[in-house]
């Protein structure tokens, strides 16, 4: 059965610094994908980035990274240069491709950034 | 483009009352999600749907059931609404590398 496990339940970082929030994965299939959402105190779900099992670079999105290392099965978020707006809680989720497709998410890492 | 779309925002229910919620999105996207949020515990899926007509079951799926009749619609009905029901509900509908969210349903039932 696919986990996703998020060991982080809080981070206080400086702004202006970067952060990584961790993200390890389990799961049996060779093909699946890996999400990263933020969602502010105001509640809605905003996607961040997307990393396949097969693709051969590490996403990358404006400040955001993902730093995938398939043979430890962790997917961290990297956010460069951290700004007030960033505080939020951090999701990361993982789809088995074809094989039932349903995305499981973890229980997050709250961020905060401090002025 | 509205993109995914909840109906209602919020509603308050009594213990044993049924309701149904809709989720409608205008991506064309064959896979649709919904998850309920509490506090500390993110998000459980509690089912799901990879095209019209399909639906699947999720981690939490007890005390709810769903239905995609059409490919841009994905409902979720409590028959017999209990107080463990409480919670924040987002529907979800992705194509393969995206995933996107509705604004969330606050259900409260009492």
């Known amino acids: 059965a696919q986990k996703i496990t998020q060991t982080q339940p809080g981070m206080f970082v400086q702004e202006k610094e970067a952060v990584t929030l961790d993200c390890t994965y389990d799961?049996?299939?060779?093909?699946?994908?890996l999400f990263w959402y933020k969602q502010p105190s105001s509640g809605e779900m905003i996607f961040l980035i997307y990393?396949?099992?097969?693709?051969?670079q590490n996403a990358t999105e404006g400040r955001y990274s993902l730093n995938f290392q398939k043979a430890r099965k962790s997917a961290n978020l990297v956010i460069s240069a951290s700004q007030l707006g960033d505080s939020a809680m951090y999701f990361c989720?993982?789809?088995?491709?074809?094989?039932?497709?349903?995305?499981?998410f973890g229980k997050g890492t709250r961020l905060h950034i401090l002025p | 483009n509205a993109g995914v779309t909840q109906t209602p925002k919020f509603r308050v229910l009594k213990t044993g009352q049924s309701m149904t919620l809709l989720c409608a999105q205008d991506?064309?996207?064959?896979?649709m999600y919904w998850y309920r949020q509490d506090p500390g515990m993110g998000l459980r899926l509690i089912h799901y749907s990879v095209g019209e007509g399909t639906t699947a079951k999720g981690e939490v799926p007890d005390g709810y059931n769903v239905s995609r009749l059409k490919k841009q619609n994905f409902l979720l009905g409590l028959e017999s609404a209990a107080p463990s029901q409480t919670s924040v509900y987002f529907c979800?509908?992705?194509?393969?590398?995206?995933?996107?969210f509705g604004p969330g349903t606050r259900l409260t039932v009492t």
């Open positions: 991506m064309n996207h064959e896979y």
């Open positions: 979800a509908s992705s194509d393969r590398y995206e995933q996107y």
């Open positions: 989720a993982m789809r088995e491709v074809g094989r039932d497709d349903k995305i499981i």
């Open positions: 990393q396949g099992s097969y693709d051969q």
């Open positions: 799961t049996s299939d060779p093909s699946y994908g």
